[in-house]
């Protein structure tokens, strides 16, 4: 296998398909950088279930003195309706662990998140007692909230995942278009490639001819357009992982997470780590592999 | 050297066989010439030997190779033992004498070393010694199909394979071109050439197989084109 050789008419077959090779990094690029987006969205969604499903708790508030409405008639929950309430919680067999926040460590949490301007705008009265209750299995959460419910005293019951519902389905909105574009611009650079390679192996169908003629082997006919391809492939990739990490290293780390403080979990550089091999290696194979089959229509021996 | 044995080659789209049953042997270090009309068979039978086309029924053996057992990754051996030529030339226009003669050894992955030894001998043989750096589109007809017979003589084939050499050029360019190949065939080498030439078959006074419509239709040591036509 001559080294010198292949190098060289990769060269010549790159510079004379030009516009095509581009053509073909560029699209491989963009269907890349949204496969790279999908995984980041997916990254994202799993550390952020991580982060939460751990400290996923079922919170009993209980009125406070300003609470008005049906539940709440008479103000501040009483004492015995607090001994009831941790009553049925910790009777109940779906239930791990009970846990007491009183007015004053629900303020010390409110000004961990919010910035101290809002925190000195409240006082701990304002804020409402609560039980922070750890489920067993937290998927199974319907038979706690119905239990405590319409217990007096209680004002609402709120089951975190609640919270987290629309965020998920944001992200996995997001995931699915990202992966459906990346589908759509997948095809459209196969296409791209089969069409590059078609006129590649025309253009040069005088040397194949001979190489043909003279007992080249297959592989050494075909080596040239499938590294050529895998090179626009790699580069298209490339481009495509940077702009992954561009992705994070400014939408995400600039501009999202500074907007939603109160979440504090974000994909991190070990993520984009695994990331951009995978767009690699998926940009080289399937440029690759799209070559190779074509080839096998257009090149026969 | 060749062996064909009831080999019939029918085309898809074609009613007629351009074969029909066909058994021949070219022996080894023959000269044969493949006469016959256009449409009879002639580029049929050395696309058969060249593993080109299979055969529709029938054996092939070539260069002691069973060609109906011969695997396709196994086909560039084979083609590596049999040098081809062609009316047209088949020449990279822009690469030198040497250079289109060295992409046959290059791409069969021999070394700078033979390259470098083998060529300069091969342009030697055919007389285009002070050529080797000009360009094919500088060379006449002749000597254009002088630099396709070096490229497929370079590798020393066993066979050697002309499709109508002689085709595009003039009477006396042609007898410098037939020398050449009788040169070569005094190596050892089995020629076949397919030709309308009819005066250069008569020349040379060699084995002529006449082909029509697929059938053997003369074979004939030291024969002459054909009949009053």
Redesign the interface.
Known sequence: MRLQYIVSEIGTGLRRNLTMTLAVIITVAISMAFLGTGMLLRAQAETMKGYWYDKVQISVFMCNEYDRGERCTDGMVTDEQKADIEQVLTAHPEVKTVHFESQEQAYEHFKEQFADDIAESITPDQLQESFRVELKDPERFEGVVSAVAGLPGVHQVQDQRDLLEPFFRVINGLLFGAVAIAVILLVAAILLITNTIRLAAFSRRRETGIMRLVGASNFYIQLPFILETAIAGFVGAVLAGAGVALIKAILIDRVIAPSFLFIDAWVGWSDILVIVPWLLAAGVMMSAVAAFITLRRYLRV | MIRFDNVTKLYPTQNNAALHDLTLEVEKGEFVFLVGPSGSGKSTFLRLV?KEEKPTSGWIRVAGKDLHRLS??K????????G?VFQDF?L?PNKTVFENIA??L????KSRRQINRDVPAVIELVGLGGKEDRLPDQLSGGEQQRVAVA??FV?RPLILLADEPTGNLDPATSVGIMKLLDRINRTGTTVVMATHDQSIVDQMRKRVIELDHGHVVRDQSRGVYGYAR
């Open positions: 060249l396709n990754w086909v560039p051996q084979l083609r590596r033992r049999i081809t088949r990279l992409f046959a290059q791409v069969i992955g490229r497929a590798n």
